[in-house]
């Protein structure tokens, strides 16, 4: 019986984006730029001072950061553990993970206001608010806007020198077919990805947190974490179904490589359910006024059904639905429980953010919503294009190849 | 290789127990493999030192039950879990913790979701043993030298005796065409294969040291011991800390507890307001309440009630709580079951009596001035009256409009 060779069947394979990119790109891009237009000029419509065009910004930008943080911890944890079964899929998570740099322009529309004095998004900028009232006082220290400034800064080197790191290297072995390369990789995931709990955990704090500043819960970082994993995951397979649909990749990522990221997906899916329980159920169970108003504001005037909402489609029927071996198998099937996880995983940056907008007139939604999803996600995959290039959408020299490519579950 | 007739070694021994030939590699080993299946056998095998992929689908081995198995473990994980806490908080103890309801979902989340993960990995555990028929004592390949080498360099495959199409030279021959370099043949042993006495008497040894312990625990349960009792684990009962009263040689006089400093009140202690905080004017209990009554401190106080008081005197005040319940079955020394809150000597007491006995206790019942704040002592106290009421109504009480109903 004769055994495929890893050079034998990448060579054979497309693995480039080519002609593809240079025809995506203007097309993505002049579609999230018009995109982004039009929602400011609903939000100024709206004439509330931008505040709703501001949460709304916030909200879909979460979620769009949450994809290049998820694949960004997916390459650290492959190379923390030294994994050979994911080298198919690596090169793509890489782009999406350094595709944190358009990220970090995307995320002048909240910065810029806090630094020019706004108080639209955050009460504790503004002294008014906090004069007097002692919680607000006490955080002070943490929650002031030069500070703030200082750590946004902060987070997005950490994540900009980490992701370029990663994919320069791997890139760089593309050419060289150095294996030295690798080495150094894993000797860096360890560090990376300390930096990386730190800085997601304190940017979860700083940027959705502090949107109710007197409420607190330490867990809070971890449950950002957690859906950013699943959205990370789920647009590496997204991303890989689309490349397989345009002809690319088609033999060097297979059913077994999906059904191994499906697993990843069903545990990261009970993981969000623990970490989301655990938050509410303590604050449930304690039932102190202080730390009760967050569940209260989400469980009254209609948002009750978006928590209900979350509840199910966020766990219970993504857990079933994942469940069986043949679902995370076929590449349509799951690429359909991908959709309805980054679905679910928007509802739940919604959830998270609007409620401090509109804690008594329900669940607002409306064009400007939709505006920025399709702007940002535009923005984001023009901008992943661009980190693509011309360069191999596998690495195709990492010594681990082979082990992917001739992956077998057993 | 096919040119080199395979050897075939045979050893004294009883009847031919299995066929044990090795190749010459995962390659070679795949596709002998699947030649056997073809042949129709049931009970083979292939040994090797790592996985082989393709191995499955050569020997035509259908996917496991084991997932249905671990699924139906889970399942049952979780409605153990359920009844159990149902069973428990809320039919056979019904005690209220923290105030939530006695079937609290939420609450009982975190046990069954471990139930759920306990009885999967178990299912899991003994599922795999089970289908793979382990622990399997004997096995006939071990009579062969060669298959040592299965954990480090050789690919063999073995075909048992008890296989219904088995035959010992078919077996060989097909084993031989499909590529084997080495055959053995694998016999039950001559002297029978009973299991060493030592092994009984070793089993014997640890059934025997396994029941000490539960004997021992059964042994000081019953009846009453003059020997202190064991305490293995002392949780909070024995602190390096004094207690009231105590003696600390510290200090003059040797008091533990420090006197106020003359001139000072402790934090927390500013009690000018005699009606709020002792209910008292003068030597007079209060006959009002020093708090604005509204029914949204009656709710207060019955949640309140229902949390702090309810565990001795029972929802209703009846003195039926399941503390006193259990202390009275167990025939307590140093229980007094506590008077039912409607009767006569409890009902004629001034509101401000009923502050004070909550504030500081009485006689046998603990005070509780450290656990509830005064507004929530004075919403106890306002439900109690709500309560006795409730057992002692009049027509008066009844609005005009339903007494027609009642008539």
């Known amino acids: 019986m004769m055994r495929p060779t890893a050079t034998l069947r990448i060579h054979d394979d497309h693995v480039t984006l080519a002609a593809l990119g240079a025809r995506a790109f203007p097309l993505l891009a002049g579609i999230g730029l018009a995109a982004l237009a039009l929602a400011a000029v609903l939000g100024a419509v709206r004439g509330d001072g931008f505040s709703y065009f501001f949460h709304s910004y916030l909200t879909n930008y979460c979620f769009v950061l949450s994809i290049a943080l998820g694949a960004l911890f997916f390459v650290l944890i492959q190379h923390a553990t030294r994994a050979g079964w994911s080298v198919a899929v690596r090169r793509i998570s890489e782009i999406l993970a350094a595709n944190v740099s358009v990220l970090l322009v995307l995320f002048l529309p909240v910065l810029a206001p806090v630094l020019l004095g706004s108080h639209a998004l955050y009460e504790w900028t503004s002294p008014a608010a906090v004069a007097g009232d002692h919680l607000l006082e006490h955080k002070s220290p943490y929650l002031n806007v030069p500070f703030f400034g200082i750590r946004c800064v902060f987070y997005f080197a950490v994540w900009w020198l980490i992701t370029r790191f990663f994919l320069r290297r791997s890139v760089q072995q593309d050419h060289s077919g150095d294996a030295s390369l690798t080495l150094s990789m894993e000797r860096f995931s360890g560090p990376a990805l300390l930096l990386f709990a730190v800085t997601v955990t304190f940017a979860a704090f700083d940027w959705l947190m502090s949107l109710e500043p007197r409420w607190f819960s330490t867990i809070y970082g971890i449950y950002y974490f957690s859906g950013a994993i699943l959205a990370g995951v789920a647009a590496i397979v997204l991303a890989a179904a689309a490349l397989q649909a345009s002809g690319r990749l088609t033999m060097s990522v297979t059913a077994e490589h999906y059904h191994d990221l499906g697993k990843l997906l069903f545990g990261f899916v009970i993981f969000w359910g623990y970490i989301a329980f655990s938050q509410y159920m303590l604050i449930w169970y304690a039932n102190i006024p202080e730390e009760t108003v967050y569940y209260l504001a989400r469980q009254t005037n209609g948002w009750a059904g978006v928590s209900l909402a979350l509840a199910f489609g966020h766990l219970l029927v993504p857990f079933v639905g994942l469940l069986p071996r043949s679902m995370k198998r076929r590449k349509g099937v799951l690429a359909f429980w991908c959709v309805w996880l980054l679905v679910f995983h928007w509802l739940d940056m919604y959830w998270l953010v609007m409620p401090n907008y509109s804690p008594d007139a329900g669940p607002p939604f409306g064009l400007i919503d939709v505006a920025l999803l399709v702007g940002l996600v535009c923005l984001y995959l023009a901008s992943a294009v661009r980190v693509a290039g011309g360069e191999a959408l596998v690495p195709i020299k990492d010594p681990r190849l082979g082990e992917s490519l001739a992956l077998e579950n057993f | ?407």
């Open chain 2, 1 to 407: 290789m096919a040119e080199k007739e395979p050897t075939i070694a045979d050893a004294p021994g009883g009847a031919v127990a299995a066929l044990v030939a090795q190749f010459a590699g995962p390659d070679e080993l795949v596709e002998a493999a699947s030649q056997v299946r073809d042949a129709g056998y049931r009970y083979w095998d292939t040994h090797t030192p790592y996985p082989i992929h393709g191995m499955d689908r050569a020997m035509g081995i259908r996917p496991t039950v084991l997932p249905w198995m671990v699924l139906a473990g889970g399942v049952a994980g979780a409605a153990a879990a359920l009844l159990m806490q149902w069973w428990m908080n809320a039919v056979d103890y019904p005690y209220i913790i923290s105030g939530k309801p006695l079937f609290s979902l939420p609450a009982f989340i975190p046990v069954t979701f471990e139930l759920i993960v306990l009885f999967s990995a178990l299912t899991a555990f003994v599922g795999v043993l089970a289908l793979n028929q382990l622990p399997q004592l004997w096995h006939p390949v071990f009579q062969s030298r060669r298959f040592a080498r299965a954990t480090s360099d050789g690919f063999f495959l073995s075909i048992e005796a008890r296989d219904p199409k088995f035959e010992e030279s078919r077996a060989a021959e097909l084993l031989q065409s499909a590529g084997a370099v080495a055959i053995d043949v694998c016999r039950m042993p001559a002297t029978g294969r009973e299991v060493p006495t030592g092994v009984y008497w070793g089993v014997a040894t640890l059934a025997i040291l396994a029941i000490l312990p539960p004997l021992g625990v059964a042994w000081y349960r019953s009846g009453a011991k003059k020997l202190p009792r064991i305490h293995p684990i002392l949780d909070m009962d024995a602190q390096p800390k004094y207690r009231a009263q105590a003696f600390n040689p510290l200090f003059p006089g040797g008091m533990a507890s420090r006197p106020a400093v003359p001139g000072t009140i402790a934090q927390g202690e500013m009690d000018e307001n005699t009606a709020l905080y002792l209910g008292k004017l003068g030597e007079q209990w209060v006959d009002e309440f020093p708090v604005p009554v509204s029914m949204e401190a009656v709710q207060r106080g019955r949640e309140r009630f229902n949390i702090y008081c309810a565990p001795c005197h029972g929802l209703t005040g009846e003195g039926d709580g399941m503390v006193s319940q259990r202390a009275t079955r167990r025939a307590e020394p140093n229980w007094v079951p506590p008077l039912s809150l409607h009767a006569e000597p409890v009902r004629v007491q001034p509101v401000g009596q009923l502050y004070n006995t909550v504030t500081n206790g009485i006689r046998t019942m603990p005070p509780y001035a450290s656990q509830i704040s005064v507004e929530d002592r004075w919403a106890i106290v306002l439900y109690v009256k709500a309560l006795q009421r409730s057992q002692h109504a009049t027509l008066d009480d009844v609005p005009e409009e339903m007494r027609e109903k009642l008539r």
